[in-house]
């Protein structure tokens, strides 16, 4: 059994996740919810233990673990809140990308702030008229001398309006991937604004808001890799992503899974328990079931990530789609089996549905993620 098994350190890792989100995240993430709150303070809190930058090399400020550490450090904290977790999660992408692929410079410049949160980082790859079809963005920087001249939109930004840092998809060539080139753009750079603060379904303890780039002048220093290098670090950053919000659909699930069987075991009806009749216990095992088959898929994914494995993509894809859809499916029966109260906001379910839909979404639908696995598959055939 011991190849299905974690290390030593990665349950020291997944205990310390825990017990912050038991102490930290758990007690308030209701009130964050129902008041729209930006928990700054207990992310910042986050990155002392080193989960702000994950999977950052050591060299650049950050605690180098692989993508299954950093898998089992989000699914630990969405048991608390997905949406702060899934926040977590994303400023962690935008920090590796600048670690993996910056320059000396960017980096002396960025990373230190970045792995403190004292400054936080987003991705931004999504328009208002290309999500799926990303390659397709027309956000467009024009180089004049030392600068590019940066004019577009990007939707759907998490942390927009309140992060320092984002890092943009912009188009610096031709048509399609290959004109695509990666800037780090800051917030009080001028021309850039924020559009108006998204009313969301879930996700309430983040913003979410539309960056606006009118005529922004940004160094050509602060370019991310080399030009037309763009959409294959998007790309890479992705695999990273869909793990790790996958890994927050799981953490969802076993909390909304646990949070069942206590409400079963207690609520009475025809004069017993209703975790008694089988009807219950079928519903509950299945979710069980499910919730233990996308967890294992998605530990092999992030191992094979860390490793750099050729179907490294395809089993992120895999993971990301069946974890999602999986983690979702299981917190829509902890709804039903809470009956009426399921519905209610004093109880957390309602909540975690809100929160766990959006993750079939971002990071690339999953239609598209079946797309990934089947083109893939065709190929290799």
Known sequence: MNQFDLTDDQR????????????????????????HIFPRETIKA??????????VSEEGGGIGLGRLEAALIMEAMAYGCPSTSAFISIHNMAAWMLDRFGSADLKARYLSKLTTMDWIASYALTEPSSGSDAAALKTRAVKDGDHYVVNGSKQFISGAGENELYLVMVRTGEDGPKGISCLAIEKDMAGVSFGANEKKLGWHSQPTRQLILEDVRV?????????????RIAMMGLDGGRLNIGACSLGGAQRCLDESIAYTK??????????????TQFMLADMATDLEAARALLYVAAAK?????????????????????????????????????????????ERFWRDLRVHSILEGTNQVMRMIVGRDLVRQG
């Not at 160094?219 to 959409?231: C, I, Q, S, T």
């Open 12 to 35: 020291e890792i997944q205990e310390l996740a825990r017990k912050f989100t038991a102490d930290r995240i758990t007690p308030f993430a209701a009130e964050w919810d129902e008041k």
């Open 46 to 55: 986050a990155a002392e233990l080193g989960f702000a930058a994950i999977y």
């Open 219 to 231: 160094p050509v220093a602060n370019l991310v890799g080399g030009e037309g290098e763009g959409f």
């Open 266 to 279: 207690d609520r009475q009806q025809f004069g017993q328990p209703i975790a008694e009749f089988q009807n």
């Open 305 to 349: 990530v860390t490793a750099n494995a050729p179907d490294k993509t395809r089993f992120a894809a895999m993971a990301k789609r069946l974890a999602t859809d999986n983690g979702s499916k299981i917190v829509n029966d902890a709804l039903q089996l809470h009956g009426g109260y399921g519905y209610l906001q004093d109880y957390p379910i």
